[in-house]
């Protein structure tokens, strides 16, 4: 019997693997990956119900059913991942000659702000004006200001765009795009957050899909232009992609296949009478896109995605800041299923109801995080079982299942995410979201809309212990359940225990300590210096300095600030200031340092009072860039590089960026 069972088992992680290491090539092979990964899940989970669960006492039974109950919990949510998944789609492009008649629909462009710098704003308004449509009178750009600040105005008037105000402020964010409803008339409404900045090509690439008639609206990916405290403060800028990447490129796409894509608040294009259907953006929650777009959707309106990064922003820039905003997210979810519960909501197909079930199911796997975490620290530290096995079974069971889960999702995400990076995040966020969660579920409700602060600026390194604590407390519990384990496995100190119970348990103490590791260190919030991010580029200039005559050179990064310049000059001077041109625009500057690199010389400089034409055109080969002349970055995703580089540069003094 034994004999019989291993070869089952090495037959299943043997096809497991052929699977894997074919399915890039053979997309039949990836959904036989995605079957082997749920018969062997649902194995080792009709197993763990029927033969795991302790019977020492009362609490022990009560720890099992909630570590199955996790378990169970993360199967589900892999249910809808992998049929969103089992075939992969993508819309057919609709672009502008679909009106042959030149009857282009217009366009009303909602830029809405609260407290954002004025900096922040300029940029997105000025991109929003360099927006290609065949005809530019048609399209009407509102800033949606509830700050009812005077500078907004002025800037406003400046730029020649609509500067709207509201005299209440009721319903935060979807109170002041309703307000711009009402005083505005474009058959369509782009959304856009402050800091989003829309590449010039973004209405070109979006309203082509409303010719269809029953077009409701069209998502865009939010893509961001900084690094997320993942990637800055790991070291990881060039290793890793921002966090939300996978699901603003990956998983909205697949759900476009289900007329089930989630409109997230920005980057977005609407039809103003799918809108009026609806009596406008949803209130009564804080997180309105998402209930904006299932009503619509119940409202039987088609609803699309278009996969191009058409926009990018800032992703939140400190690590207090993203949990602030997640914490928004999961609390918002909550509140939209008990206002709109997916299954109560006339109109909505199979589908439609699983799926956004699913996205605010998602929310509770802080919960169940939290519960992987501590039930190998309730055994090895507390002594409390909330699993009851041997080691043999062990392997029978739950191997196949790891071994199917972890290559499944790694082939089916396509390097966009791997199951090791998701545990750090996940990991890290976890205590906050089950707080979060639980909060909104059963205690307090929290209905104020908080916005993410954007542009943030530190001098100096801080490690923000009040987001570490819970992570550090779980990473101490950790570490000393290995020691205890260890003492008991090699006789230090007697163990009440059995040995294979102990070997189980240091196994998952291991995986769990190495995310809590890393986690624990995206606390520690590196300095950000630089106001704005920088673009590279290779545009070759003359420069006329004031003082020193006329220096060939070239630009290798710049923005709205300033830029980094390479001059074909060997001799360091005495550089002050200066100016150049490019297709007719003049960029004055002041030279504030210079160091020698290889044959050439490297200046840096800040930008003096550039005119508005200028500005433009910066904005225009930066920020927003066409999508046809965007290269997106390429992402290795690899833990193992994440670490290598984190480890060495944590080694040396860390530098400003």
């Keep these: 019997m034994n004999t019989l069972i291993l070869g089952i088992e090495g037959a299943l992680l043997f096809l497991t693997v052929v699977c894997f290491c074919l399915g890039k090539k053979y997309h039949i092979l990836k959904q036989v990956l995605i079957v082997l990964y749920i018969v062997t899940m649902a194995v080792y989970l009709i197993w763990r119900i029927g033969w795991t669960i302790p019977t020492n006492n009362v609490l022990s039974i009560i720890l099992g059913i909630i570590l199955v109950l996790a378990e169970l919990g993360g199967f589900c949510l892999s249910l809808v991942f992998y049929r969103m998944f089992f075939k992969k789609f993508q819309r057919p492009v609709q672009n502008l000659d679909v009106y042959a008649d030149g009857q282009y629909p217009t366009v009303d462009v909602f830029i809405a702000t609260y407290n954002e710098e004025t900096p922040i704003l300029k940029r997105s308004i000025v991109a929003a004006l360099l927006m290609h449509y065949p005809s530019p009178e048609l399209v009407n750009i509102y800033v949606c200001d509830d700050g009812s600040r005077e500078n907004v105005k002025k800037l406003c008037e400046e730029l020649g765009v609509h500067h709207v105000v509201r005299e209440t402020h009721e319903h935060a964010k979807a109170g002041n795009l309703n307000h711009a409803l009402k005083v505005s008339s474009g058959e369509l409404v782009v959304t856009m957050d402050a800091d989003m900045v829309p590449r010039t090509d973004f209405l070109e690439k979006t309203v082509g899909y409303f010719h269809n008639k029953n077009m409701?609206?069209?998502?865009?990916?939010?893509?961001?232009?900084?690094?997320?405290?993942?990637?800055?403060?790991?070291f990881a800028t060039n290793t890793i992609g921002n966090d939300q990447d996978f699901?603003?490129?990956?998983?909205?796409?697949?759900?476009?296949?289900?007329?089930?894509?989630m409109y997230v608040g920005s980057n977005a294009i609407f039809r103003r009478k799918a809108?009026?259907?609806?009596?406008?953006?949803?209130t009564g929650v804080i997180t309105e896109d998402m209930a904006t777009g299932m009503l619509l959707q119940a409202k039987k309106w088609d609803t699309g995605f278009v996969n191009e990064n058409l926009a990018s922003g800032l992703a939140p820039e400190t690590f207090g800041d993203l949990i602030k905003q997640r914490d928004r997210w999961a609390r918002g979810n909550i509140q939209v299923a008990k206002k709109w519960h997916p299954w109560r909501v006339k109109g909505l197909d199979l589908m439609q109801r699983v799926i956004y079930t699913d996205g605010i199911h998602y929310w509770f796997s802080g919960i169940y995080k939290?519960?992987?975490?501590l039930a190998p620290i309730l055994f090895l530290v507390f002594g409390q079982y909330s699993l009851q096995t041997s080691f043999s079974q062990i392997l029978i069971f739950w191997l196949p299942a790891f071994i199917a889960f972890q290559l499944t999702f790694n082939l089916v995400s396509e390097k966009k995410q791997t199951v090791m990076l998701s545990n750090i995040y996940e990991t890290a966020?976890?205590?906050?979201?089950?707080y979060g969660v639980f909060n909104e579920l059963f205690l307090k409700s929290k209905q104020k809309f908080a916005v993410t602060r954007k542009g943030v600026n530190n001098e100096d390194s801080f490690y923000n212990w009040r987001t570490a604590w819970p992570i550090i407390v779980l990473l101490v519990l950790s570490l000393l359940g290995l020691v205890r384990g260890i003492c008991f496995i090699f006789g230090i100190w007697a163990s009440p225990f059995p040995k294979e119970g102990i070997y189980i348990n240091i196994f998952w103490l291991i995986y769990n300590s190495f995310a809590l590791i890393l986690a624990s260190y995206l606390s520690n919030e590196r300095p950000r210096l630089r106001k704005s991010e920088r673009f590279q580029t290779e545009?070759?200039?003359?420069?006329?300095?004031?003082?020193l005559g006329q220096v060939q050179g070239h630009i290798l990064d710049w923005n709205e600030d300033g830029a980094r310049i390479a001059l074909m000059s060997q001799?360091?001077?005495?550089?002050?200031?200066?100016?150049?041109v490019i297709d007719g625009n003049q960029f004055k500057f002041n030279c504030v340092w210079q160091h020698q690199s290889m044959e050439k010389l490297i200046i840096g400089v800040t930008?003096?009072?550039?005119?508005?034409?200028?500005?433009?055109?910066?904005?225009?080969?930066?920020?927003?860039?066409s999508s046809t002349l965007y290269q997106n970055p390429q992402y290795s995703n690899q833990l193992w590089h994440i670490v290598v580089k984190w480890w060495v540069d944590t080694l040396r003094k860390r530098k400003a960026h």
């Design 539 to 547: 545009k070759s200039i003359v420069i006329n300095f004031y003082n």
């Design 370 to 373: 939290l519960v992987f975490l």
């Design 216 to 234: 409701g609206f069209i998502q865009t990916p939010q893509t961001f232009f900084n690094d997320d405290p993942y990637q800055f403060n790991l």
């Design 429 to 434: 966020t976890a205590p906050f979201m089950a």
């Design 571 to 580: 001799n360091k001077n005495n550089y002050t200031q200066g100016e150049f």
């Design 607 to 625: 930008f003096d009072d550039l005119n508005l034409s200028a500005y433009e055109y910066i904005i225009e080969h930066t920020y927003a860039q």
């Design 275 to 282: 809108l009026d259907s609806v009596g406008g953006f949803a």
């Design 247 to 261: 699901f603003m490129r990956s998983i909205e796409q697949q759900k476009d296949a289900f007329n089930a894509t």
